[in-house]
């Protein structure tokens, strides 16, 4: 749970995460913010990495460099393994998506649910639009 908990705050705090991409894996086509904290969690679970990797972004909507890339794509799997050891993923609970007026940004409460029932911190994940599509933003 910690390792999940750190996935997300990684992905709001630190400047390592990676890639816009054109609707590649499914993610980025997502309509909702919800939607994409969703599928994304549920890519994790089914190491789709390479998915993953397509929604996030700067803090300004830009793609992150080739090493930022790597540094994401090389965690990734210890989000895994604390899901596999919560006996996967049963579900991913939206408690709140909130998009600001302008419609340019969004926050996305949400709650893991692990394959044993047990109940993940609830985590909080900023979201930018870009170019139409919801994009999961460092910070």
């Known amino acids: 749970m910690k390792t999940f908990k750190l996935l997300f705050s990684i992905a709001l705090i630190a400047a390592i995460f990676a890639l ?10 997502s309509s909702t913010p919800g939607d994409v904290v969703k599928t994304a969690i549920e890519n994790i679970a089914n190491e789709n ?3 993953v990797l397509t929604v996030y972004v700067t803090k300004k909507g830009k793609e992150l460099s080739k090493e930022e890339k790597n540094k994401v794509k090389a965690f990734l799997p210890s989000a895994k393994e604390d899901l596999d050891k919560n006996d996967g993923l049963k579900e991913v609970k939206i408690i709140n998506e909130t998009i600001s007026e302008d419609g340019t940004t969004a926050v ?3 709650q ?11 985590s909080s994940t900023k979201l930018i639009n870009v170019d139409g599509k919801w994009r999961i933003r460092v910070n």
């Open 20 to 29: 816009v991409s054109c609707g590649e894996g499914g993610v980025a086509g």
């Open 49 to 51: 990495y390479d998915a």
């Open 112 to 122: 893991v649910i692990y394959g044993n029932g047990k109940k993940g911190r609830e």
């Open 108 to 110: 996305v409460k949400a």
